[in-house]
């Protein structure tokens, strides 16, 4: 026990946890991630969000994000509406708190 994680690189603290899943539970899967999807937009719904932001051309990222609420129902971050647009290929990058 004492020698497999400086073999390994890895700290006791780490490797501890595992060896006793492992003992107690058998084979050691990975864990299911926990929290929210990475990404609010799904890869259906980026068309939706291209076509949003060519027919609002001019506001700032909370107009959007209250545009975006009224027309699917989800509600958005200002940091995630920040993102969404790179990612559907629609900006290049945001001018300030105005998407472009």
Do not use: N
């Amino acid at each position: 026990m004492r020698r497999l994680p400086l073999a390994s690189g890895w700290g006791k603290a780490s490797v501890s946890p595992l060896l006793r899943r492992a003992r107690d539970d058998g084979p050691v899967e990975p864990k299911q991630a926990t929290g929210r999807p990475r990404s609010i937009i799904g890869e259906d719904q980026l068309q939706e969000l291209r076509e949003l932001v060519q027919a609002v051309l001019e506001g700032t990222r909370e107009d959007f994000c209250d545009v975006w609420r009224a027309k699917t129902g989800v509600a958005m971050s200002v940091a995630s509406m920040g993102r969404a647009p790179a990612r559907a290929g629609v900006c290049r990058g945001l001018q300030g708190k105005r998407l472009r």
